[in-house]
C-alpha cells in the first residue's frame, strides 16, 4: 500500500495544527503509522482513499478532521482555451481520455518528487498498474495546442524521457525501462496511442512514457494533464491530481475533449454526486441514536456537503473514489463521529458451541500419540515430487495437486502423505538426541479434496517392525477400532517389513521399517519405522 | 556425612590408609571386584575423603607370532641348524624350497646381517652363529618380565624387534588410592553395616526394611531430564483460541483447502483486476468448479446492475470465476457457510491454514493460520462488533483494545483492533468490519454479518518469543522438547 512522506513543515502550513495533535488523531480516520522521523512522518493510506495519497490530500482531509475547516471543498474551474480531439482509431485501444490544465504552479524540488508520487501512486492504486488507467503530466508552455489523441504505426520517432535521441515505438517498447516494464498492455496491438501536439510534437505514448519536449521542470508554472484509459475511472484520477494541485494554490482551466462522435466533454468535471441516506440506516449500522445534527456534522468532518431534506442529501467529493454504496458513507459518518466513541456491547443472542468432528478426533489422536511419547509437528502441506516421491522411491499416480506457477523448486505441489515431510524433519534435527519420535495430524490433498492424516516416524538404532507394530495396536485399541494387516509392497518401506492396515474391508494406512535408501536420500543415518493413516475412518 | 555414603564406599574407605595402596590390594581385602573398588574410590576422591593417583606403565608383550619364534625359535635360527646339520654349502634355490618364498627370504636376510653367512654365486656359505641378545629378551618377554626396566637394559634389541613385528609395548594404567584426613577421620566412625541402596520386592516382602538403614541421596545431584509426547506449542495456542469461540458459542466449521475463485474473491465481491487476485499472490491449480446457484446475482453486483451499488462495472467473467485457487483466507469458508445456512442467529468460526504465493523470510511462509469469527443475526452492528473483539481479544489475554477505521475490500465499515502489549506499545492484530451489502445480498443473507479475523502466527510469534515463523513449521526437536507447555508471561 502505497507510503506517504508528510514533512512537519507542510502539517504546519497546510493544516496549521502542532505535530503531537496531527499524529496523534491521524491513525483515527483510518491510517497506519509507519515511522515517526524528527522532520517528517512516513504513513500508509488505504487503497480506498487514493485523494489521500498526497499532502496536499491529507491536509484536506485532516482540516476536516480537526474541525478547522469543515463540509465540501470548493474549487474553481476556469472556462476552456484549449482542446483535444479523439481520433477514432484510438477506440479500440485505450478509448477514455481526460485533460486539465493547471496554471500558476510553484514548484520546489520536493513539489514536484511530491507530485511524482503522488502519479505513481495513483497508477497503482486506480490503474491497476497503468493497464487500466494513466497519467501524464506535461509542461504547456512547451507545446502548442489544439492536442490529438491517436494512434500510429510501430515506426513512428520521438524522444522518450530519460533518453536524448528519437527512439522508434517498437524500440521504446523494447529497449526503455518503462517500455520494458508496461509493454504488455499493447502486446495485442499493431498501433499505438498517442497524443501529439499542433506541430506534430509527441506529449505522450499511454500508458507507457512521455516525450522529453514537455518534462516538468522547477521552472514549469502552467501544467496540461492527460489521463488516459480504459474505463471511466480516469475521471477520478483526474480530479485527485488537479485538486490536490489547487490545494496549493494553482488555478484550474478546464480542457474540451472533442469525442468521435462529435460530442464535447469539459473535463475536469468537479461537480459533486448526489446520494441519499437514512438516519435510520446510519443509527442501525452503527449502533447508535444519533440525530440528524450530529450525523451532519460527521459528515461535514469528512468534508461532504450536507442538504437537509425528507433524506439527508449528501454531496460527495469529487476526488473520492470508494462511494459506491450507501454503507461507505455511513462508515465515514462513524469515522466523523469517531471509532472512540462508539460503545462496545455484547448483543444478547443465546447460541451453544460445537466443536467440528475433524478437530475432535484430532484432538483425541494428539492425546493417543503424545502419550506413546511422540513430539507434534506441523509442517508445510507445499511440498515438491523430488521429496514426495523420488526421495521416497514412490512414483506419482497422478492423484496429486501441483501448483501453476510455483515460486520455488521446493513447493510444486500439495503432499498426499505426510511421512515425507516427516521425514524432511527429521534430516534437519539429526545432530539431535535419539531416539527422535514425531508425528502430524495435518491435512493432505488426493484428487483435489482435502483429508485428514496420521503419521508418525521413530528414529533411532533399534527402530524396527516390532516397535511399529506394538503403536498400531495401542493406538487401534484407543480409536476403539478392529483391524488386520496385509503384506504391503510400499517401495518406501522394506521389503517383507511392512504391513497394510485394513478396516472395514478397505485400506486406510500403512506401516513399516523405512528402506535404507529412503534414509540415505534424507541423509539420515540411523533406522526408523513409519506410519501413515486416513484418521477419518 | 557417613551417611551418603555406599556400602562399597564405607568397606574401600575402612581400607584405606595415609599411604598410597595398591587398587588390586584393596580389592583383595574388601572382597570387590576391581572395577567395584575403583568407582567407590573415585566417589571417595569426589567427597574429599580419598585421594587416587594413576600412573601410567609401559609393558612389553610378544605378538602371536613371536609367542610362535619364543617357542620355536627366530627363523634365522632355525634355519641356520636345519642347514648346519647337512652342509656348509647350499645353493639359495633350495633353502627358499625348503622354507618357502617368503620365511626363507627373511632367514637368509637375518643370517647375513648378523653375520651367520655369506652368499657368494647364488650360493650360501654358513659361519658361525652365537646366541644373540635379541634371542635373550625374546625368552624374557616370554616368561612375562617385559616391564619398564627391561627397555632400559636391551633398548637397541627391543626396537628392532618391535620393528620385526615380534614385539608390541602397551600402556597400562595403575591405580592407588590413600586416604585424606577427613577420610581417616570418618573412616573411625564408620561401623560397617549393610544400607538399603535400591528398595526392592524382596525387601518389601521381607520386610528387611524394618531394621536396616536407607543410603541418602545427595538430592542436589544431577538427573537426566525425561524426554515426553508433547502437542506443538504452535497448536497448543490454536487449541486456546478454539477453546475461546466454543466457550463463547460459536460452532467450528472447516472447509476444503481448494476453492474457486468464486468463493474465495468473488463472493467476496473482490473486483476481477483487483491486484491480490493476481498469479504473484495467489497459487492458482489447473482446474476448474462449477458456480453455485444464484450465482448470477453475485456477476450482476460486480457489474453494477443493481439500485443499491454501483459495483466495480465491466464485464465480470464467469471463466475466471471458475479457476481454483489455494484458499488464501478463511473467509472463503465462512462465506459459504453463511450462505449455506442464511437463518439468524449464526455464530461460527475456523481455525485453518490458508496459503499465498509469498517468498519465504522470517516474517512470510507461504503458509500459515488464519483464524476468524463471524456474527450473523437481526438488529447488529458496529458496537456489537467492537463488543464481540473487545470480548474475545480480552480473553486471548489483551486487556487493552482500541479500534481504528481500516479497509478491507469485502467489510464496510472496516475496522483494526490494536492491541496494548507492554514493552511494544500498541500492535495492529488483524482486521475486522461488517459484510458489505454487495457480499451477503447477493447470497440470500439478509442480516447483518460482522466478521474478524487475525494471522495466529503473529501471536504465536507475540507469545512464544519466536523471531522466525519458519521454526514453527521446520522446527529444532530440541526446541519442541524444551518448550515448556505451560509458559507463563
Not at chain 1, 238 to 263: C, P, Y
Request: charge should be negative.
Amino acid at each position: 500500500m502505497p507510503v506517504v512522506r508528510i514533512e512537519y513543515s507542510d502539517v504546519e502550513e497546510l493544516i496549521g495544527i502542532d505535530i503531537k495533535t496531527f499524529l496523534d488523531r491521524l491513525p483515527m480516520i483510518g491510517a497506519d503509522i509507519e515511522r515517526i522521523e524528527e522532520d517528517y512522518v512516513d504513513v500508509e493510506f488505504f487503497p480506498n482513499r487514493p485523494d489521500m495519497y498526497s499532502v496536499e490530500g491529507v491536509a484536506r482531509a485532516m482540516r476536516g478532521f480537526l474541525d478547522i475547516e469543515t463540509g465540501l471543498p470548493k474549487y474553481d474551474v476556469k472556462p476552456p482555451l484549449i482542446e483535444i480531439v479523439k481520433d477514432e482509431s484510438i477506440l479500440n485501444i485505450r478509448p477514455y481520455i481526460v485533460c486539465g490544465v493547471v496554471r500558476g504552479v510553484e514548484f520546489t524540488d520536493s513539489s514536484i518528487r511530491s507530485l511524482m508520487e503522488l502519479q505513481e501512486d495513483l497508477h497503482w492504486a486506480i490503474g491497476r498498474d497503468r493497464k487500466k488507467v494513466s497519467i501524464g503530466v506535461h509542461d504547456l508552455s512547451r507545446i502548442k495546442p489544439p492536442f490529438k489523441y491517436t494512434t500510429v504505426p510501430a515506426n513512428f520517432e520521438f524522444i522518450p524521457l530519460d533518453f536524448d535521441e528519437p527512439m522508434s515505438i517498437e524500440r521504446i517498447l523494447k529497449e526503455h525501462p518503462k517500455g520494458v516494464k508496461y509493454g504488455h498492455i499493447l502486446e495485442d496491438f499493431d498501433r499505438y496511442p498517442i497524443i501529439i501536439d499542433a506541430n506534430g510534437e509527441a506529449l505522450s505514448f499511454p500508458p507507457i512514457i512521455n516525450g522529453v519536449i514537455t518534462r516538468v521542470t522547477e521552472e514549469s508554472k502552467e501544467l496540461f494533464i492527460d489521463v488516459t484509459g480504459t474505463d471511466k475511472s480516469v475521471h477520478t484520477a483526474l480530479n485527485i491530481m488537479v485538486t490536490s494541485l489547487a490545494e496549493r494554490g494553482a488555478t484550474l482551466e478546464a480542457v474540451r475533449v472533442a469525442e468521435v462522435s462529435g460530442d464535447v466533454m469539459i473535463t475536469p468535471n468537479l461537480s459533486a454526486k448526489k446520494k441519499r441516506i437514512k438516519l435510520d440506516e446510519v443509527n442501525s449500522l452503527i449502533g447508535l441514536k444519533l440525530g440528524v445534527k450530529e450525523v451532519v456534522k460527521a459528515l461535514e468532518r469528512m468534508r461532504y456537503g450536507v442538504e437537509v431534506e425528507k433524506e439527508i442529501v449528501v454531496h460527495i467529493p469529487p476526488y473520492r473514489a470508494d462511494i459506491m454504496h450507501s454503507w461507505d458513507i455511513i462508515e465515514d459518518v462513524a469515522i466523523g463521529y469517531g471509532y472512540e466513541n462508539v460503545p462496545c456491547e455484547l448483543p444478547n443472542v443465546f447460541t451453544v458451541g460445537e466443536a467440528h468432528p475433524i478437530s475432535i478426533a484430532k484432538k483425541r489422536v494428539r492425546e493417543i500419540m503424545t502419550g506413546m511419547g511422540f513430539l507434534e509437528v506441523m509442517p508445510f502441506s507445499l511440498t515438491c515430487e523430488k521429496i514426495h516421491y523420488e526421495y521416497m522411491r514412490r512414483k506419482s499416480n497422478g492423484r496429486e495437486t501441483k501448483v501453476l506457477h510455483p515460486l520455488t523448486q521446493e513447493h510444486t505441489m500439495i503432499c498426499t502423505d505426510l511421512m515425507p515431510s516427516l521425514l524432511h524433519i527429521l534430516s534437519l534435527n539429526k545432530h539431535r538426541e535419539m531416539p527422535q519420535r514425531i508425528f502430524c495430524v495435518g491435512d493432505v490433498l488426493i484428487d483435489e479434496k482435502t483429508i485428514p492424516h496420521l503419521a508418525f516416524l521413530s528414529c533411532h538404532a533399534e527402530a524396527n517392525f516390532t516397535e511399529a507394530k506394538s503403536y498400531v495396536i495401542t493406538l487401534f485399541r484407543e480409536i476403539d477400532t478392529e483391524f488386520s494387516v496385509d503384506e504391503g509392497t510400499d517401495p518406501a518401506f522394506i521389503e517383507g517389513r511392512q504391513a497394510v492396515i485394513i478396516v472395514d474391508e478397505k485400506e486406510v494406512g500403512r506401516f513399516g521399517e523405512i528402506h535404507p535408501e529412503v534414509l540415505s536420500n534424507f541423509s539420515l543415518d540411523h533406522p526408523a519405522l513409519g506410519f501413515e493413516m486416513e484418521l477419518m475412518i | 556425612m557417613e551417611d551418603v555414603l555406599s556400602p562399597n564406599e564405607k568397606k574401600v574407605l575402612k581400607s584405606l590408609s595415609s599411604s598410597e595402596k595398591r587398587i588390586e590390594e584393596i580389592a583383595k581385602e574388601t572382597g570387590l571386584s576391581k572395577e567395584a573398588t575403583l568407582q567407590a574410590s573415585y566417589m571417595l576422591d569426589d567427597k574429599g575423603l580419598a585421594k587416587v593417583k594413576e600412573r601410567k606403565r609401559i609393558f612389553f608383550r610378544l605378538t602371536k607370532e613371536g609367542e610362535e619364534y619364543a617357542r620355536k625359535g627366530l627363523p634365522e635360527r632355525r634355519c641356520f641348524e636345519l642347514l648346519y646339520s647337512k652342509s656348509n654349502k647350499i645353493p639359495i634355490s633350495q633353502i627358499k624350497e625348503l622354507f618357502g618364498e617368503k620365511e626363507g627370504g627373511i632367514a637368509i636376510g637375518w643370517m647375513k646381517k648378523k653375520g651367520w653367512a655369506r652368499v657368494e654365486d647364488g650360493m650360501l656359505i654358513l659361519l658361525s652363529a652365537p646366541c644373540g641378545e635379541d634371542e635373550f629378551v625374546l625368552e624374557l618377554l616370554h616368561n612375562g618380565q617385559g616391564n619398564e626396566e627391561i627397555l632400559h637394559r636391551f633398548r637397541d634389541s627391543i626396537e628392532e624387534l618391535m620393528r620385526r613385528g615380534i614385539v608390541v609395548s602397551e600402556e597400562t594404567k595403575e591405580f592407588y588410592v590413600s586416604a585424606t584426613k577427613e577420610g581417616i577421620a570418618l573412616s573411625n566412625k564408620i561401623e560397617l553395616e549393610e544400607e538399603i541402596s535400591q528398595l526392592t520386592p524382596d525387601i518389601i516382602r521381607r520386610g528387611e526394611w524394618e531394621y536396616k538403614r536407607f543410603r541418602r541421596y545427595d538430592i542436589r545431584s544431577h538427573a537426566k531430564s525425561a524426554s515426553i509426547g508433547k502437542i506443538h506449542p504452535y497448536q497448543r495456542l490454536i487449541e486456546e483460541m478454539r477453546e475461546i469461540f466454543l466457550s463463547m458459542g460459536f460452532k467450528e466449521i472447516k472447509g476444503e483447502i481448494i476453492q474457486s475463485s468464486f468463493w474465495n474473491f468473488d463472493a467476496l465481491f473482490q473486483p476481477q483486476d483487483h491486484p491480490a487476485r493476481e498469479m504473484q499472490d495467489t497459487f492458482y491449480l489447473d482446474s476448474m468448479s462449477e458456480l453455485p446457484n444464484r450465482y448470477e446475482n453475485v456477476k450482476e453486483v460486480h457489474e453494477g446492475k443493481v439500485d443499491y451499488t454501483e459495483g466495480w462495472g465491466g464485464v465480470w467473467s464467469e471463466e475466471f470465476a471458475k479457476r481454483n485457487v489455494l484458499r488464501t483466507h478463511t473467509t472463503a469458508i465462512t462465506i459459504r457457510y453463511l450462505a449455506e445456512n442464511p437463518e439468524p442467529p449464526v455464530k461460527a468460526f475456523c481455525i485453518d491454514r490458508v496459503y499465498r504465493r509469498e517468498a519465504i523470510d522470517s516474517t512470510h511462509t507461504p503458509e500459515f493460520e488464519q483464524l476468524e469469527g463471524v456474527v450473523m443475526g437481526e438488529g447488529l452492528s458496529l458496537k456489537h462488533l467492537f463488543g464481540y473483539l473487545k470480548e474475545f481479544y480480552a480473553r486471548m489475554g489483551f486487556k487493552d483494545i482500541r479500534f481504528r477505521p481500516g479497509y478491507f475490500p469485502y467489510t464496510e465499515p472496516s475496522v483494526e483492533p490494536e492491541v496494548f502489549i507492554e514493552g511494544l506499545g500498541w500492535i495492529e492484530l488483524g482486521g475486522a468490519g461488517i459484510f458489505r451489502e454487495e457480499v451477503t445480498k447477493p447470497l440470500g443473507i439478509k442480516y447483518p454479518v460482522l466478521a474478524w479475523g487475525l494471522g495466529i502466527s503473529r501471536v504465536a510469534m507475540l507469545r512464544l518469543g519466536l523471531d522466525d515463523l519458519r521454526k514453527l513449521y521446520h522446527p529444532d526437536i530440541e526446541w519442541l522438547r524444551s518448550e515448556p507447555i505451560w509458559r507463563r508471561i
